[in-house]
């Protein structure tokens, strides 16, 4: 293999590992803001690092001081007049019992929890999945043709 291959997964890695880091989510909220809905109309203003910002009481009280986002979750929530709303976030908990991670976020009294999802990509909380699917595709192929 030539020096610059060696270079350019190098490259790929140390971009994989730096985006690993940091775990990006959308946060929005369909009672507040409707393009948070079941059709999702992302923009840049729901884009949040969930590095930057605090994390929740429940995750600091549960898993310590220095808890951090291990994803992004999505939430259908219901309001006490029965309607469905879903609310986008970072998630704080364990992947490997994810149920346990979303059971951990206690609502107020105000809602009630219907499902939850967490997911480990960059911005994974969105209606489709088909963009960490895309991704993942399109660098098996790079690193193919690298090693071909």
């Known amino acids: 293999m030539t020096s610059t291959k060696y270079f350019l997964v190098l490259a790929i890695i140390i971009a994989s590992a730096g985006s690993a880091v940091a775990v990006h989510c959308y946060q929005c909220d369909a009672s507040q803001n409707p393009k948070c809905g079941e059709i999702?109309?992302?923009?840049?203003?729901?884009k949040?690092?969930?590095?930057?910002?605090?994390?929740?009481?429940?995750?600091t009280y549960i898993l310590g001081r220095n808890a951090s986002a291990t994803?992004?979750?999505?939430?259908?929530?219901?309001?006490?007049?029965?309607?469905p709303y879903i609310a986008r976030s970072c998630f704080y908990g364990d992947f490997s019992n994810p149920k346990g991670g979303c059971e951990m976020d206690t609502q107020t009294?105000?809602?009630?929890?219907?499902s939850c999802s967490a997911c480990s990509d960059d911005f994974c909380n969105s209606s489709t999945a088909a963009a960490?699917?895309?991704?993942?595709?399109?660098?098996?192929?790079?690193?193919?043709?690298?090693?071909?």
């Open 48 to 59: 949040i690092d969930c590095s930057r910002i605090p994390a929740p009481f429940y995750a």
């Open 109 to 114: 009294g105000f809602t009630k929890q219907i």
């Open 71 to 83: 994803g992004c979750v999505k939430r259908m929530l219901q309001k006490l007049t029965g309607e």
């Open 40 to 46: 999702f109309e992302p923009d840049d203003s729901m």
């Open 132 to 148: 960490p699917i895309i991704v993942t595709i399109l660098t098996l192929l790079v690193m193919t043709r690298i090693f071909s």
